[in-house]
Structures are given as structure tokens and as C-alpha cells.
């Protein structure tokens, strides 16, 4: 089988941790010998988050006195997908050494009149106690900034993501039987100019929604979304929370679940399904059950036909 896979943001920092290198290395190396596993028999992509180290590469572009203007944030998420693509690499190759790697920095197309641009919602980086000292940055550094619990954050776009620009590299790179790492943080949001060029644009993009495009993309059988918890539960976060086992789109999309955790992982998987041929399957589940999974033997297995 073809899978992508979209490692949750606790495949890199587990929650509380602070975002020390060597945390991440550790972490990732966990992760590597969950997904080493899927390598052997299938042609594997593996995406991920990055929101912990772009915001850490974020306030460090801010407070650097060289600078006359902060790194824009299509720039710190390319170096996002060096860094974190670096350690897959090297930790799925000490898992599978007789295998090959290849990690790519690649660009996700964008609409430049989507409305997200008109509306930053995406929270990013340090949480500020006072909305003075976070009016005073957003003065700045040309930033915009919105309440976010008790405190305030910088937000930028989310748009929606059209294509993988690099997606026919990937296919061919998947045919000579070479592990891809790609899509990391969304991919580097880039629009086309009036003249047909590309170029980067201050945004971030759902990782999870750009992973169902590229699988979709690439024609894959699955779409793995790893993530800390089992299942996707129904009548979440009440007293009758019960763990969803396996069902279909139609039903997934009855469900009211939160915006910033398991929403957008549940639309993912809804459109890759939806839009894939028979045999098309996808699962939301724990990291340290990848393999189970992939055959509907844990997590919630999503496909087109409840029968199945």
C-alpha cells in the first residue's frame, strides 16, 4: 500500500515539555521505531508538525538586534523542515539502515485572495500576560495580535492549502522505494504572482489538511493522523464521552469537536476518504499503535462504506 502519514505534534514535544533539542531527538527516535515497521512492505510518506520550533525560530528572529525586520514565516518554516526532517531522517535510518531517506523542503500552493489573509486566526509562538506588551510587539514587528485564553498571541493566516507543488517529485521518489519526509509544518505557503511566479507568503498551514491534499495527490490507500489519543470520541467532553471504532465521513461530519485539536484531523481524513476509490481507508489513532491502525484494528478507522 501507499500511506501517508501525519505525525501529531507529541510525535516531537510531548505536552509541558520545553522544546530542548534533545527532547525532540529522543522523542522522534520513539517515533521512528513505531513507523519503521510500515516501511518494510509499503511505500511510506511521512509529514509532520511544527509549531513548537517555528515559534521558537519566530521570537528569536524578533529579538535579534542585527535584524531591521523579523524572518517572515514561509522562511522559518522552510528551516523548520530542515531541522525536523534532519532528525527523521536520521532516526528512521538508524532504524532501517539498508534503506533510503529523503526529506524534502517543499512549497504548498495557496490562494493570495483567501479569506483567511483578511482574518489571521492561527495562534503562533509566546503567550503574553497583557494585551499592552502584546499591542507593543504587534507595533513592532508589523505583527497582528488576538486574546487567547487569559493572555494574548501573535496570529497569522491559516489558508487552505491547493496543492504540494513538489507532489510529482514525491510520486517518483516513492516508486524507487525511498522513504519521503515532505510537508513539514503544512509545507511553505507560497501564491503564484500575475506573471506566474511563485512566491512566499506570511502564513501557516493546517498540517493535517495539506497531508490529506497530498495523499490525495499521490493516490494513496491510506492516511494515517497519529496523534496522543486513541480514538475520536463521540459526545466529547461530556459524561457520555464513548470512543468512535469505525465510520464513515457523513457520520464524522454530524460530530461537534474542537476547532484547534481534533477538527481539523477529522476533516482530513473526511476528504481524503471522500474523495479516494474503493479499498481507500484512513485512521485517527496513538502513534504507538501505527501498525494496528493500518488495518482498522485500533483507532478510528474511517472508510466510504460502513460495511467495510
Not at 12 to 28: C, F, H, K, T
Not at 82 to 91: P, R, T
Not at 281 to 288: K, Q, R, Y
Request: glycine fraction near 10%; hydrophobic fraction near 40%; aromatic fraction near 4%.
Amino acid at each position: 500500500m501507499r500511506i501517508v502519514v501525519a505525525l501529531g505534534g507529541n510525535a516531537l514535544l510531548q505536552r509541558g515539555q520545553v522544546p530542548d533539542a534533545e527532547s525532540q531527538v529522543e522523542n522522534i527516535r520513539l517515533a521512528a521505531r513505531q513507523l519503521a515497521p510500515l516501511t518494510d512492505d509499503h511505500e511510506v510518506v511521512i509529514t509532520h508538525g511544527n509549531g513548537p520550533q517555528v515559534g521558537v525560530l519566530a521570537m528569536e528572529s524578533a529579538a535579534d538586534p542585527r535584524l531591521t525586520k523579523s524572518y517572515p514565516f514561509d522562511a522559518l518554516g522552510a528551516m523548520t523542515q530542515g531541522l525536523i526532517g534532519y532528525w527523521i531522517l536520521q532516526a528512521m535510518g538508524n532504524e532501517r539502515p539498508y534503506r533510503q531517506l529523503a526529506s524534502i523542503i517543499n512549497q504548498t500552493l495557496v490562494d493570495a485572495d483567501d479569506p483567511a489573509f483578511q482574518d489571521p486566526t492561527k495562534f503562533v509562538g509566546e503567550l503574553y500576560a497583557s494585551e499592552q506588551q502584546a499591542r507593543e510587539l504587534a507595533e513592532r514587528h508589523g505583527w497582528q495580535v488576538r486574546a487567547d485564553g487569559d493572555g494574548w498571541r501573535r496570529v497569522v493566516a491559516s489558508p487552505r492549502p491547493r496543492e504540494i507543488i513538489e507532489t510529482k517529485l514525491i510520486d517518483h521518489l516513492l516508486g524507487e522505494s525511498i522513504i519521503v519526509v515532505c510537508a513539514g509544518g503544512g509545507g511553505v505557503p507560497v501564491v503564484r504572482t500575475a506573471t506566474g511566479d511563485l512566491t512566499g507568503v506570511e502564513a501557516v498551514i493546517d498540517k493535517d489538511r495539506s497531508a490529506a491534499l497530498l495523499a490525495r495527490r499521490l493516490r494513496a490507500d491510506r492516511l494515517l493522523v497519529l496523534t496522543d489519543v486513541g480514538h475520536v470520541m463521540e459526545d466529547f467532553g461530556t459524561g457520555h464521552a464513548r470512543p468512535i471504532r469505525r465510520t464513515t465521513p457523513a457520520r464524522l461530519r454530524t460530530l461537534t469537536l474542537p476547532a484547534g485539536s481534533m477538527g481539523p484531523k477529522v476533516e482530513a481524513v473526511c476528504q481524503f476518504v471522500e474523495a479516494g476509490g474503493p479499498g481507500v481507508a484512513a485512521a485517527i489513532g496513538n502513534l504507538g499503535e501505527a501498525e494496528a491502525l493500518l488495518y482498522g484494528e485500533r483507532g478510528t478507522y474511517v472508510t466510504a462504506d460502513p460495511t467495510t
